[in-house]
């Protein structure tokens, strides 16, 4: 009767094991893994400019930085406020260059005693600006003096964003990884006792605590796999290599 009841038991356990792995298979095509063995496959997207962010790959310092910057580069918030600091600029030059009116050079022409003598004469305007035009100037200037403030606090709290984004991830695969570890533990330790008892040298109960702590490890390892793929992905989307 309580070998019948681990049967049961291992039976209803790999189909929960199956079931998550599938639904894992499902949403992330490039997990596999078989046997116990932990392997991530391919990462999901393409990789344009270095080193893939697939959870079995160590990033270097400065790959995690190529990583950071993409993520930057692609930024919609700050490509927003960059292009409007950067428009504000060239407002402030043409407002500069508006300030002063354009010089004006003029030439008359004359005749006299019955046209034996020709006059030409010049006149020369030298306009200078009136208050309107200051004003416009020194809107624009601080305008552009606060969109330079907002940019700088955005490119901070965006990378500051970023590198905990990479920070998280990283923290994710160790724990991934340690996951894993731990559930190959129990299924060798599992066998262990499986052979132990068919020689008599364990117990039936034993066994049983041995195979449940073996399955709750493997979920335990696969959720862990999940958090990390999940991270994986929000940082390819971020840096715009899921799709081209």
């Not at 929960?16 to 992330?28: W, Y």
């Not at 993520?71 to 409007?84: C, S, V, Y």
């Not at 003096?145 to 901070?156: G, M, R, S, T, Y």
């Not at 894993?180 to 008599?200: D, H, P, R």
């Amino acid at each position: 009767l309580l070998l019948q009841q681990i049967r049961i038991e291992k039976q209803q356990n790999a189909t929960l094991l199956t079931n998550k792995r599938l639904a894992l298979r499902r949403e992330f095509p490039g997990l596999t893994s078989p046997n116990g063995v932990r392997q991530c496959g391919q990462p999901i997207g393409g990789n344009h400019f270095g080193a893939s962010p697939s959870p079995g790959v160590e990033l270097t310092a400065e790959e995690q930085q190529t990583w950071i910057k993409t993520m930057l580069a692609f930024n919609h918030p700050l490509l927003i406020q960059t292009t409007q600091t950067e428009l504000l600029r060239r407002q402030l030059l043409l407002a500069g260059a508006d300030r002063l009116a354009d010089p004006r050079l003029g030439v008359s022409m004359a005749r006299e005693q019955d046209n034996a003598e020709q006059i030409i004469g010049f006149q020369v305007s030298l306009p200078f600006g009136g208050s309107s035009r200051n004003n416009q100037l020194q809107l624009v200037g601080r305008e552009l003096e606060q969109a330079e403030v907002a940019l700088e606090a955005l490119q901070n709290v965006s990378r500051d964003e970023a590198s905990q984004l990479m920070s998280d991830w990283e923290q994710a695969k160790q724990v991934a990884s340690a996951a894993w570890s731990q559930s190959n533990f129990a299924e060798n330790l599992l066998k262990s006792l499986e052979k132990a008892y068919w020689l008599g040298e364990t117990t039936a109960t034993e066994l049983t605590l041995s195979r449940q702590q073996a399955q709750r490890s493997r979920m335990e390892a696969i959720d862990r796999e999940y958090d990390a793929l999940q991270m994986q992905i929000k940082l390819l989307i971020n840096a715009h290599q899921v799709w081209d």
